[in-house]
């Protein structure tokens, strides 16, 4: 089972903390829509940035796989080149029993 690397949960947009002196909470619904706007805003802004983060870790895993597999690309087109340049009837090839035996 993997590690996570972020978790990532919804916090409560309209919940307060200490209501003012004269009890109120906020002074009308206009401050409670408007807090929980602000709130769910920064709370997008945080989830973007986690898929930003996401996307680019993925990006350098691509970038990485990449190179991988354009090395080995390279590698069998050296192989290839090499065994279109061998004269079967000038090299040597093995039998089965003189493999078996050269091991």
Request: charged content about 25%; glycine content about 2%; overall charge negative.
């Given at each position: 089972?993997?590690?996570?690397?972020?978790?990532?949960?919804?916090?409560?947009l309209?919940?307060?903390?200490?209501?003012?002196?004269?009890?109120?909470?906020?002074?009308?619904?206009?401050?409670?829509?408007?807090?929980?706007?602000?709130?769910?805003?920064?709370?997008?802004?945080?989830?973007?940035?986690?898929?930003?983060?996401?996307?680019?870790?993925?990006?350098?895993?691509l970038?990485?796989?990449s190179?991988?597999?354009?090395?080995?690309?390279?590698?069998?087109?050296?192989?290839?080149?090499?065994?279109?340049?061998?004269?079967?009837?000038?090299?040597?090839v093995?039998?089965?029993?003189?493999?078996?035996?050269?091991?």
């Open positions: 089972m993997p590690f996570s690397k972020r978790a990532v949960e919804p916090q409560l309209c919940r307060y903390q200490v209501p003012n002196e004269e009890g109120l909470v906020f002074e009308d619904l206009v401050s409670v829509s408007n807090v929980a706007l602000s709130r769910s805003l920064r709370q997008l802004s945080d989830l973007a940035r986690h898929a930003c983060s996401i996307f680019q870790e993925l990006e350098d895993e970038v990485t796989s190179q991988r597999v354009r090395g080995v690309q390279a590698r069998v087109a050296h192989l290839q080149q090499t065994c279109t340049e061998l004269d079967p009837k000038q090299e040597a093995l039998t089965w029993e003189e493999v078996c035996n050269w091991f």
